[in-house]
């Protein structure tokens, strides 16, 4: 069992940053492929970012790419999403997630979830 929980969300000018974090428990962290999505009010969840296990495999959005970058460390049992030159349409709540093989790919199942941090950009 993994337990996620979100945190750096908050309010932020457009061209601005955040950087979120998503903390497990559990000693496998390092077992499990991660991933962020978002979801934007009346709008479906979408996938952002995913870190297989060890962190050198990484994929994104084309919505976010170039602006996001996921991290990860393994030792912290923390994955990380830095958002750089954040526009009003980033505005959503973001969720980790975390997929119990840690080479599975993004578009695969994810097991966990975390409860989500909410991200707001102004205008």
């Known amino acids: 069992q993994v337990q996620l929980v979100e945190s750096g969300g908050g309010l932020v000018q457009a061209g601005g940053s955040l950087r979120l974090s998503c903390a497990a428990s559990?000693?496998?962290?390092?077992?499990?492929?991660m991933g962020w999505f978002r979801q934007a009010p009346g709008k479906e969840r979408e996938f952002v970012a995913h870190?297989?296990?060890?962190?050198?495999?990484?994929y994104y959005a084309d919505s976010v790419k170039g602006r996001f970058t996921i991290s990860r460390d393994n030792d912290k049992n923390t994955v990380y999403l830095q958002m750089n030159s954040l526009k009003p349409e980033d505005t959503a709540v973001y969720y980790c997630?975390?997929?119990?093989?840690?080479?599975?790919?993004?578009?695969?199942?994810?097991?966990?979830w975390g409860q989500g941090t909410q991200v707001t950009v102004s205008s």
């Open positions: 870190i297989k296990w060890g962190g050198g495999s990484t």
């Open positions: 559990g000693r496998t962290f390092r077992n499990y492929a």
């Open positions: 997630a975390a997929q119990s093989s840690y080479s599975a790919t993004y578009n695969r199942p994810y097991d966990y």
